[in-house]
């Protein structure tokens, strides 16, 4: 089955760290380029990050530009987000989501993983 | 990039269509045909039911369908059923193979 299974949520301090990671399955994983998108409480959608199939090119949303990171092990099937100096306003379900072959628009999404920053 | 514009929510009777719309700017919308719409049902991933303004993926069926006119692109559900009740996203590249924007996101209520 095609899937995206998310991982490492959970509730952090201001200014501690966290690590999500995302499982995929069911496809070539290396052929895709992939992304988090996040989505705080009661609100839109937000582009975070995408990473390239060979993991060789790498970007960011201004709003977390320079505190979190993303990689991806394609030996193992699987996209990470390691987000640090986490703040209030990073609180949000994290998405992982696959890019179609053009970029344009994001085919294939997990459930979600929920981080919440509070003290 | 500001988030796009969409209604809050929108609603239908079974059988019948219903049209919401997602405003961008004439730096995003307006600017490329790459506008895709995302259902999401409650606690469950979303999925891309419309992408390039008006193209389906496989398995969306035909009931579904996106138009666009300057700077505010719309999705239409025709027929509707039970099951299309979810929230739906609009989303639009917005340029530098890496910017996306989303909108707020509208509840779509079948009666």
């Known amino acids: 089955e095609v899937q995206l299974v998310e991982s490492g949520g959970g509730l952090v301090q201001p200014g501690g760290s966290l690590r999500l990671s995302c499982a995929a399955s069911?496809?070539?994983?290396?052929?895709?380029?992939m992304s988090w998108v996040r989505q705080a409480p009661g609100k839109g959608l937000q582009w975070v990050s995408v990473i390239s199939g060979s993991g060789g090119s790498t970007y960011y949303a201004d709003s977390v530009k320079g505190r979190f990171t993303i990689s991806r092990d394609n030996s193992k099937n699987t996209l990470y987000l390691q987000m640090n100096s986490l703040r209030a306003e990073d609180t949000a379900v994290y998405y992982c989501?696959?890019?179609?072959?053009?970029?344009?628009?994001?085919?294939?999404w997990g459930r979600g993983a929920l981080v919440t920053v509070s003290s | 990039q500001s988030a796009l514009t969409q209604p809050r929510s929108v609603s239908g009777s079974p059988g019948q269509s219903v049209t919401m719309s997602c405003t961008g700017t004439?730096?995003?919308?307006?600017?490329?045909?790459?506008v895709s719409w995302y259902q999401q049902h409650p606690g469950k991933a979303p999925k891309l039911m419309i992408f390039d303004v008006n193209e389906r993926p496989s398995g969306v069926p035909d009931r579904f369908s996106g138009s666009k006119s300057g700077n505010t692109a719309s999705l239409t559900i025709s027929g509707l059923q039970a099951e299309d009740e979810a929230d739906y996203y609009c989303?639009?590249?917005?340029?530098?193979?890496?910017?996306?924007?989303f909108g707020g996101g509208t509840k779509l209520t079948v009666l």
């Open positions: 989303c639009s590249y917005a340029g530098s193979y890496t910017d996306w924007v």
């Open positions: 069911g496809f070539t994983f290396s052929n895709y380029a």
């Open positions: 989501a696959r890019l179609s072959r053009s970029w344009r628009d994001f085919d294939l």
């Open positions: 004439s730096s995003d919308v307006g600017a490329y045909n790459y």
